[in-house]
């Protein structure tokens, strides 16, 4: 449940590369499952400058509040409004339909300083 062709952060997001330049952020497999039923999500709107490593949102599940860590820095250029209304789809989809939002990242190579698969495959099974 860790595609290859996504890279990672230690804090359990995923990041692919999108149309226009964007990157595209959600969670990945081993976040859902180890959050459990997520009932409510909150992202930041289109426009807000994100920092690398800083807490950008929320996800509430029945277990608990966690924090959504900004992969890399840059502009929030979309977010996935459905989740207001299906927040449980990042438990059925976290790969996909599940996807949070997408980020301009002020630095284009952002996304080459991330985790491999291979790397963080290494991370949760220790």
Do not use: C
């Amino acid at each position: 449940m860790i595609p290859e062709d996504l890279r990672y952060t230690a804090e359990h997001e995923w990041v692919v590369g999108a149309d226009g330049g964007t990157l595209r952020v959600g969670i990945t497999h081993f976040a859902q499952d180890a959050l459990g039923d997520i009932v409510f999500v909150q992202l930041p709107d289109e426009g807000v400058v994100v920092a690398a490593g800083e807490p950008l949102g929320e996800i509430e599940s029945t277990k608990s509040v966690s924090e959504i860590y900004a992969p890399v820095s840059g502009t929030v250029a979309a977010r996935n409004e459905a989740l207001g209304d299906t927040p449980e789809v990042i438990n059925t989809d976290p790969y996909g339909a599940g996807w949070l939002l997408e980020i301009t990242p002020d630095d284009p190579s952002a996304l080459d300083g991330l985790l491999t698969a291979g790397a963080y495959r290494e991370l949760t099974e220790s």
